[in-house]
């Protein structure tokens, strides 16, 4: 089945610092790749859409000059949490559907990052 | 209001019961559903597809109701591995707040 490989599954770093997360289709194309954030205890919340050669798509009330979204490959997403703050320490997850298996098939999920800003 | 609502949970069941979950969506327009399992601190992954004629997978059955705009979770025979927070998602990739499952001995 599908593989999606998401980098790094942790992350510890200092307040004001930028964090890059990426996310990788390794046995097929995903021209789509989908970003969320989980906070403990709660569920997934869709922050952006990534189109690989577009700009990426936010959802209300994500703030896109602070998570940089890059899909500048049909295997390659990247999020990057600029300035990050206490309050950004979050779990991060990709996802993506191979366009190969029909739309039943759902969408395969990165194995998520752990960021916790100090 | 969310555009897909799910049960708030959590639901704490002996083994051997039988428990079910429902989330309602707002789009009429969404095509497809799916069921997602996600355990503590990993991601989520695909349970099932949901479709209108339902579908059965071992202990799991799943219904779509597009008249009422709602899809269900079956889960026969619980066992002490079910227990894990389901998510009801639509094609547009929103998910529900999920629903605890807790199976005890």
């Known amino acids: 089945g599908a593989v999606v490989s998401q980098h790094p599954s942790w992350v510890i770093c200092k307040s004001g610092t930028s964090v890059k997360i990426e996310c990788r289709s390794l046995?097929?194309?995903?021209?789509?790749m989908f970003w969320y954030r989980q906070f403990p205890k709660q569920s997934l919340m869709l922050m952006a859409t990534?189109?690989?050669?577009?700009?990426?798509?936010?959802e209300q009330g994500v703030e896109k000059d602070k998570f940089l979204i890059n899909h500048a490959s049909l295997t390659l997403s990247t999020l990057t949490v600029t300035s990050a703050h206490p309050e950004d320490s979050s779990f991060y997850i990709c996802?993506?559907?191979?366009?190969?298996?029909?739309?039943?098939?759902?969408?395969?999920f990165g194995s998520g990052t752990r960021l916790t800003v100090v | 209001r969310k555009e897909v609502e799910q049960d708030p949970g959590p639901f704490n069941v002996p083994e051997g019961a039988t428990v079910a979950f429902n989330c309602t969506y707002s789009?009429?327009?969404?095509?497809?559903f799916f069921w997602y399992r996600q355990d503590c601190r990993k991601e989520p992954k695909l349970l099932m597809s949901?479709?209108?004629s339902g579908n059965e997978d071992g202990r799991f059955t799943a219904q779509l109701n597009r008249a009422s705009q709602y899809i269900s979770l079956l889960i026969r025979d619980s066992k002490l591995s079910d227990s894990a927070t389901y998510l009801c998602?639509?094609?547009?990739?929103?998910f529900g707040a999920g629903t605890r499952l807790t199976v005890k001995p």
């Open positions: 949901v479709y209108s």
């Open positions: 789009n009429s327009a969404s095509q497809s």
């Open positions: 046995d097929f194309q995903a021209t789509t």
């Open positions: 996802s993506a559907r191979d366009p190969r298996q029909g739309a039943n098939y759902g969408y395969t």
């Open positions: 998602v639509s094609n547009d990739m929103r």
């Open positions: 990534s189109n690989e050669g577009s700009k990426a798509t936010y």
